[in-house]
């Protein structure tokens, strides 16, 4: 199994935007969990935003909400992560992630509980003040 591999991190200024992109698997494979999540030295991971591919349903932890929107390109099997107005809180490693199979699409909404997730190389965010 492939697991998805962030890209798109660097480093901004506050105030600036950044996109991260994602592939993730592709074809039939039922209603699921795709999300981003991030994690910052010291601290706990921390679920981002989360989409069910079921009815295209998204879901944003408070601290991103305004801020963050994340969508997906289902022709490329890429799912993005829009950053926008970054603050120095929001310097971390952001992973995408991808569920098993779900019909409950209150599983994609933060905090994940990561049982059955799948996730790869994530990339560095950095926000400076």
């Known amino acids: 199994q492939v697991q998805p591999v962030a890209s798109g991190g660097g480093s901004v200024q506050a105030g600036g935007s950044l996109r991260l992109s994602c592939i993730v698997r592709?074809?039939?494979?039922?209603?699921?969990?795709l999300g981003w999540f991030r994690q910052a030295p010291g601290k706990e991971r921390e679920g981002v935003a989360g989409v069910y591919t079921g009815d295209g349903t998204t879901y944003y932890a408070d601290s991103v909400k305004g801020r963050f929107t994340i969508s997906r390109e289902d022709n490329k099997n890429t799912l993005y992560l829009q950053m926008n107005d970054l603050q120095p809180d929001d310097t971390a490693v952001y992973y995408c992630?991808?569920?098993?199979?779900?019909?409950?699409?209150?599983?994609?909404?933060?905090?994940?509980?990561?049982?059955?997730w799948g996730w790869g190389q994530g990339t560095s965010v950095t926000v400076s003040s």
């Open positions: 992630a991808e569920s098993r199979p779900t019909p409950l699409p209150s599983k994609c909404r933060p905090p994940f509980d990561y049982n059955g």
């Open positions: 592709g074809g039939p494979f039922g209603s699921h969990c």
